[in-house]
């Protein structure tokens, strides 16, 4: 069995920080890529939330599915879900997935505009025992995954329409929000190209006096969730020989969309720098990646600042305390599609002659909310792809139109987050009287 071997060395590309002092800056609205003029398809907007029928507990980051489309949303941390489908879709049905629980279809006769309620229920049925005879080590399984990409993932071009959210909180308050819709440009799995991004809509506003005078701004933007996709750009976690760098064991099994999937715990060996260590969930039949989950250990202060901080002012100490990551994938015609990825960051800032320090943890998240075929002309009207080094802009003027969304695709808002889009409504509205 061939050993996987990543070749490049920007390994941390996707986490690299930017953060200065500053004023408050200006508006560039003229940075965003629209598309003017394109009208707004009929649709149908369903809202509810998705929770577990034994506990009633929230299900966070369940998937929800138009059957026969690609046409799909997740739910947020509260549980709760938004839907748009087209209104030429009478009798179409849902598909409702997380993993751990029994998928569930559903007609969308059951959807409502608001508070449907959707319960899944746990696997409770016993799993067949891992048997290393037949499976080989863990170590091989992983190898096998990678070797087996070009069978199970895309090999042409595909055309993604996503939302993407990046959230900047001081302690547990909002201070920054941003969110767009983009479309991205998603090489083949089976070639080196780095995958495009185009901004279509997009609105961003920062509380800045509740930061300090500290601005944090994320480096990289949407490319910071594109580039988790680990079997598009598996060098950014394993770099060298898989089994030469990282341990890896086998955990207990479980099921997704009643597939049974391997659970492989993995950590890497070299401790004398910031490791990763996590899960990776693996179909059982197709041997694909169908999710992944992972973390940074970060306790060396020094050398994890020197990986995630760009620019800082001198009066102060930054340095990252919690790093996590989460990268799913779903089946589609028999190909598995990146489909979520999220990346969370909590940094302490200590101030030189201050008392106490401050804490913030930047989030942002993206979701494929619809893709397609890629065919030359697609994207002519917005060809204008922002640079991985991207730092979300400032914009206010999106939160000033109420169909600013029209019929795309959304990850619902959090309770938090929901609560700093009104606060910054209504201080738009104050400003223009």
């Known amino acids: 069995m061939k050993t996987y071997q990543a070749t490049s060395p920007s390994r941390f590309l996707l986490c690299i ?24 398809t009929q649709f149908r907007e369903y809202k ?9 507990d929230e299900i966070a980051l369940a998937m929800l599915n138009l059957v026969g489309t690609n ?6 941390s509260d549980g709760d879900f938004s839907i748009k489908i087209p209104g030429s879709v009478t009798e179409g049905t849902i598909k409702i997935s997380y993993l751990g629980y029994q998928s569930k279809t559903l007609p969308l006769s059951y959807f409502k505009t608001e508070d449907t309620k959707i319960e899944l229920s746990e696997v409770i049925e016993e799993l067949p025992e891992i048997s290393l005879m037949d499976q080989g080590n863990a170590s091989e399984l992983i190898a096998a995954v ?26 547990r308050r909002n201070v920054s929000l941003s969110e767009a819709v983009v479309k991205v440009l998603k ?3 089976a070639n080196s190209k780095k995958d495009q991004i185009s901004i279509y809509k997009a609105r961003k506003r920062t509380d800045y006096e509740r930061l300090d005078t500290l601005a944090l701004k994320l480096r990289g933007g949407p490319y910071n969730t594109v580039y988790l996709d680990i079997m598009k750009y598996p060098e950014f976690l394993f770099n060298g020989l898989i089994s030469d760098t990282y341990s890896f064991e086998f955990d207990n099994m479980t099921r997704v969309n009643n597939k049974l999937i391997y659970v492989v715990n993995f950590t890497e060996k070299d401790h ?38 760009k620019k800082k ?13 989460q990268v799913d994938y779903r089946e589609s015609g028999g190909k598995w599609y990146y489909s979520y990825s999220r990346a969370q960051l909590e940094f302490v800032v200590n101030w030189k002659n201050k008392l106490f320090n401050s804490r913030y943890t930047l989030n942002g998240e993206m979701a494929v909310t619809d893709w397609e075929k890629y065919s030359n002309g697609d994207l002519k009207k917005m060809d204008d792809f922002i640079s991985s080094s991207v730092v979300m802009v400032d914009d206010v003027s999106g939160f000033t139109d109420v ?8 990850i619902e808002p959090e309770k938090s987050i929901q609560n700093a889009i009104e606060k910054i409504q209504r201080k738009i509205e104050r400003e223009r009287d």
Request: no cysteine; net charge negative.
């Open 403 to 410: 169909d600013f969304w029209g019929d795309q695709n959304i």
């Open 71 to 76: 046409i799909s949303t997740i739910t947020n």
């Open 48 to 56: 509810g939330k998705v929770v577990d029928s034994h506990t009633g």
């Open 146 to 171: 990678f070797d087996k990409r070009g069978d199970n993932y895309s090999d042409q071009k595909n055309l993604f329409t996503a939302f993407y959210r990046e959230t900047i909180q001081k302690r």
């Open 313 to 325: 002012p001198n009066a102060a100490d930054v340095y990252p305390i919690d790093v996590v990551y």
């Open 17 to 40: 920080l930017l953060l200065f002092s500053l004023t408050i800056p200006s508006s560039y609205a003229a940075m965003y890529f629209q598309v003017a003029g394109q009208e707004q």
């Open 187 to 189: 090489q083949s799995y």
């Open 272 to 309: 004398s720098q910031p490791w990763y260590s996590g899960k990776l969930y693996v179909d059982s039949e197709s041997l694909a990646l169908v999710k992944a989950k992972f973390s940074m250990n970060v306790d060396d202060r020094d050398k994890a600042s020197k990986i995630f901080v």
